[in-house]
């Protein structure tokens, strides 16, 4: 009787240690897969090649590379929700995504009811990785392949960028916006407007102020207003030269904070949230 | 009174004299000797007096080495009506017809310099007299210096300019001697700005400001001819008292004098202003250490001491080009010259597209390419 029931506790701890190991190996891997096609966008064969690749690339640059496609993200979403940037940060957290302590990683999650896509990225190592300009410059890559539907062009254009960009990163060097429209505009297209302007009408100030003196040296008659070179010498007397303090005011003004940012400060880095996620949403 | 006019002519041969700057001594052009000013004012004096104690200035005329020529004094004419003289030249003997105002010139006949000493007498005699240093051939080789160096004179202007008309001119100019009272009253500001945590505090310190004293002025100078346009009088300053003398018409011969018909009374309000507003700068600039300052209260006010009336010298230069008159002045003393210019447009849009251009250029390699 006392071996039945040493054999059965046994038995117990040895379930209870076994259910705690899978549960926990749940919870630290999350998401099985790196591409996740719950949609059915790809054959699975193009999915295990894009799986390969994004594994590779995360397992080279301790950064996860994540695609996920939903048929209806508001079927996943906990109703806390109230838009999909903000599903797709919950999401993140949910499978618990990243590599590392820092949980570092990008995702590219799509919800093709309503062609929507978001783009975040989470951890020190990702946001320094990928900058606001490195965000734009990858979604330049796959977003014409998204709107023709060409998933997996897309896809391995997605996974192969963010593994070069990543490379750039380890380098110390992150895709961001070039030093030359660093100090100038903020946006890709506007410069050239703003540089044709500056082409045209600064030569004209310079040269309009050097013709304007040229002409201003032939008129040279002109009435005199004072009479300094006619003083006495020691002929300016200042009997009373008092100066009284009379009142002080004080004004306090808040300085307004500026948003925190992971890169370099002015028009290049990345734009951090609150949350710890940068990145964006949008429509393909 | 009677109008006169003065030959100065040499004692030597009866030439006519002509005061020479460089020299600084009265010149024969005939005979080419040369007297000081004194030795010539020495004769003149006793040839007055030898004329007064014979009575008669006729003889005077014949014996003289300068010869005094009496305008009919019965003779009326309309042009003095208008603001004109008569007199008769005491080389040539003809009919010269002048301006009121004109006090030294020359025969257009003879040529011979003549000076009418009647319009330097009583208040309109001048203290002082600052003798003419530059000659003519300095004046003219001036106005071609003077071109050089302004690329948007028309080429035209200067190749194909030519003098009109150049004069030595003894201007009647008044000077001032004065005093400017001041009293101001300024509120000023101090404004200091630092961090505090996450505030910016601004402090603003505010200050009231007095200041009173006197700013004393020597011979402010303003020109009493109507004739002469005062911005270009201005222009020529400064001039160098230390060479003034006291007044002699024996400096004129061969320049063109005028008296003033303008007062002193009238022209101290034009030294006043300038006198004042040079008071007004120099008590403005020792409000220091502000960061701003704004005047409450501002009394200045000049006070006339002493005023001296004196004939300064002034090259006067003419030219014509495309039918408009150019005027310009020339310090007879210091040899500063002055005068408005015309500008060629085509030049002008030239140098503006030669300088826009490789500079727009430039802008352009740099950001688009």
């Given at each position: 009787m006392k071996r039945t029931a040493i054999s059965v506790g046994l038995l117990l701890c040895i379930l209870l240690l076994c259910v705690s190991i899978v549960s926990f190996a749940e919870e630290s891997r999350g998401?099985?897969?790196?591409?996740?096609?719950v949609a059915g966008l790809l054959s699975e064969e193009e999915r295990s090649a894009l799986e390969e690749s994004a594994k590779r690339a995360s397992d080279a640059w301790s950064c996860g590379i994540y695609v996920v496609t939903l048929d209806d993200y508001r079927r996943y979403?906990?109703?806390?929700?109230?838009s999909f940037l903000r599903f797709s940060e919950s999401f993140y957290h949910q499978y618990n995504m990243g590599i590392g302590s820092g949980h570092d990683g990008i995702l590219l999650i799509m919800s093709m009811d309503d062609s929507d896509y978001s783009l975040i990225a989470y951890g020190d190592r990702a946001n320094y990785s990928f900058t606001d300009y490195g965000k734009n410059a990858l979604e330049k890559e796959f977003l014409p392949y998204l709107s023709r539907g060409q998933w997996y062009n897309a896809f391995s254009a997605y996974i192969s960028g963010c593994d070069s960009m990543l490379k750039r990163a380890a380098e110390g060097?992150?895709?961001?916006?070039p030093a030359a429209t660093q100090a100038g505009s903020?946006?890709?297209?506007?410069?050239s407007g703003i540089h044709l302007l500056i082409t045209l009408l600064f030569p004209a100030g310079i040269s309009f102020s050097v013709c304007q003196g040229m002409k201003r040296s032939m008129k040279q008659v002109r009435q005199k207003r004072?009479?300094?070179?006619?003083?006495?010498?020691?002929?300016?007397?200042?009997t009373v030269q008092q100066d009284t303090f009379l009142n002080r005011t004080v004004v306090r003004t808040p300085i307004p904070r500026v948003e925190k940012t992971?890169?370099?400060?002015?028009?290049?880095?990345t734009s951090v949230r609150p949350s710890g996620f940068s990145g964006h949403s949008g429509k393909f | 009174m009677p109008s006169q006019i003065t030959n100065y002519q040499c004692?030597?041969?009866t030439g006519p004299l002509h005061y020479d700057g460089k020299t600084g001594r009265l010149l024969c052009d005939y005979c080419g000797s040369s007297f000081s000013v004194e030795e010539i004012e020495k004769i003149y004096h006793e040839k007055l007096e030898q004329a007064a104690e014979a009575g008669a200035g006729e003889s005077v005329q014949q014996e003289a080495p300068f010869a005094e020529a009496e305008a009919d004094s019965s003779q009326t004419w309309d042009g003095e009506k208008e603001g004109m003289k008569l007199y008769h030249c005491?080389?040539?003997g003809a009919e010269l017809l002048m301006d009121r105002t004109t006090a030294a010139s020359s025969c257009p006949y003879c040529a011979n310099p003549s000076v009418i000493?009647?319009?330097?007498?009583?208040?309109?005699?001048?203290?002082y007299i600052l003798p003419f240093k530059i000659t003519k051939e300095e004046a003219v080789a001036a106005l071609s210096k003077y071109y050089?160096?302004?690329?948007?004179?028309?080429?035209s202007f200067s190749?194909?300019?030519?003098?009109e008309e150049i004069r030595g001119v003894y201007v009647p100019f008044w000077l001032f001697d004065g005093t400017v009272s001041a009293d101001a009253r300024y509120q000023a500001t101090r404004v200091f700005s630092a961090r505090h945590g996450d505030e910016m505090v601004t402090t603003t310190e505010y200050f009231d400001v007095r200041r009173r004293g006197s700013v004393s002025f020597k011979r402010i100078p303003a020109d009493g001819?109507?004739?002469?346009?005062d911005d270009l009088m201005d222009s020529i300053?400064?001039?160098?008292?230390?060479?003034?003398?006291?007044?002699?018409?024996?400096?004129?011969?061969g320049y063109i004098a005028d008296i003033y018909d303008v007062d002193d009374r009238e022209t101290f309000e034009r030294a006043s202003t300038r006198g004042n507003q040079t008071a007004e700068q120099i008590f403005d600039s020792?409000?220091?250490?502000?960061s701003s300052f704004t005047p409450v209260q501002k009394e200045f006010h000049m006070k006339r001491e002493r005023t001296a009336y004196a004939l300064l010298p002034v090259w006067l230069l003419c030219t014509q080009w495309n039918g408009e008159r150019f005027i310009f002045a020339m310090?007879?003393?210091?040899?500063?010259f002055t005068g408005d210019l015309p500008v060629s447009m085509k030049k002008y849009l030239a140098y503006f597209a030669g300088i826009a251009a490789p500079l727009a250029a430039l802008l352009a390699v740099f950001f688009f390419l």
């Amino acid at each position: 009787m006392k071996r039945t029931a040493i054999s059965v506790g046994l038995l117990l701890c040895i379930l209870l240690l076994c259910v705690s190991i899978v549960s926990f190996a749940e919870e630290s891997r999350g998401l099985p897969y790196y591409v996740s096609d719950v949609a059915g966008l790809l054959s699975e064969e193009e999915r295990s090649a894009l799986e390969e690749s994004a594994k590779r690339a995360s397992d080279a640059w301790s950064c996860g590379i994540y695609v996920v496609t939903l048929d209806d993200y508001r079927r996943y979403a906990e109703g806390s929700e109230s838009s999909f940037l903000r599903f797709s940060e919950s999401f993140y957290h949910q499978y618990n995504m990243g590599i590392g302590s820092g949980h570092d990683g990008i995702l590219l999650i799509m919800s093709m009811d309503d062609s929507d896509y978001s783009l975040i990225a989470y951890g020190d190592r990702a946001n320094y990785s990928f900058t606001d300009y490195g965000k734009n410059a990858l979604e330049k890559e796959f977003l014409p392949y998204l709107s023709r539907g060409q998933w997996y062009n897309a896809f391995s254009a997605y996974i192969s960028g963010c593994d070069s960009m990543l490379k750039r990163a380890a380098e110390g060097a992150p895709v961001d916006v070039p030093a030359a429209t660093q100090a100038g505009s903020s946006s890709q297209s506007g410069p050239s407007g703003i540089h044709l302007l500056i082409t045209l009408l600064f030569p004209a100030g310079i040269s309009f102020s050097v013709c304007q003196g040229m002409k201003r040296s032939m008129k040279q008659v002109r009435q005199k207003r004072t009479a300094e070179e006619y003083i006495l010498p020691g002929g300016v007397h200042m009997t009373v030269q008092q100066d009284t303090f009379l009142n002080r005011t004080v004004v306090r003004t808040p300085i307004p904070r500026v948003e925190k940012t992971s890169g370099p400060s002015g028009h290049g880095g990345t734009s951090v949230r609150p949350s710890g996620f940068s990145g964006h949403s949008g429509k393909f | 009174m009677p109008s006169q006019i003065t030959n100065y002519q040499c004692p030597a041969c009866t030439g006519p004299l002509h005061y020479d700057g460089k020299t600084g001594r009265l010149l024969c052009d005939y005979c080419g000797s040369s007297f000081s000013v004194e030795e010539i004012e020495k004769i003149y004096h006793e040839k007055l007096e030898q004329a007064a104690e014979a009575g008669a200035g006729e003889s005077v005329q014949q014996e003289a080495p300068f010869a005094e020529a009496e305008a009919d004094s019965s003779q009326t004419w309309d042009g003095e009506k208008e603001g004109m003289k008569l007199y008769h030249c005491p080389s040539c003997g003809a009919e010269l017809l002048m301006d009121r105002t004109t006090a030294a010139s020359s025969c257009p006949y003879c040529a011979n310099p003549s000076v009418i000493p009647a319009q330097f007498e009583g208040l309109l005699r001048p203290d002082y007299i600052l003798p003419f240093k530059i000659t003519k051939e300095e004046a003219v080789a001036a106005l071609s210096k003077y071109y050089k160096g302004k690329p948007l004179l028309p080429g035209s202007f200067s190749d194909k300019n030519h003098i009109e008309e150049i004069r030595g001119v003894y201007v009647p100019f008044w000077l001032f001697d004065g005093t400017v009272s001041a009293d101001a009253r300024y509120q000023a500001t101090r404004v200091f700005s630092a961090r505090h945590g996450d505030e910016m505090v601004t402090t603003t310190e505010y200050f009231d400001v007095r200041r009173r004293g006197s700013v004393s002025f020597k011979r402010i100078p303003a020109d009493g001819s109507r004739k002469m346009p005062d911005d270009l009088m201005d222009s020529i300053e400064p001039f160098d008292y230390e060479s003034m003398k006291p007044f002699s018409t024996a400096y004129m011969p061969g320049y063109i004098a005028d008296i003033y018909d303008v007062d002193d009374r009238e022209t101290f309000e034009r030294a006043s202003t300038r006198g004042n507003q040079t008071a007004e700068q120099i008590f403005d600039s020792s409000v220091s250490g502000y960061s701003s300052f704004t005047p409450v209260q501002k009394e200045f006010h000049m006070k006339r001491e002493r005023t001296a009336y004196a004939l300064l010298p002034v090259w006067l230069l003419c030219t014509q080009w495309n039918g408009e008159r150019f005027i310009f002045a020339m310090n007879g003393q210091t040899g500063k010259f002055t005068g408005d210019l015309p500008v060629s447009m085509k030049k002008y849009l030239a140098y503006f597209a030669g300088i826009a251009a490789p500079l727009a250029a430039l802008l352009a390699v740099f950001f688009f390419l």
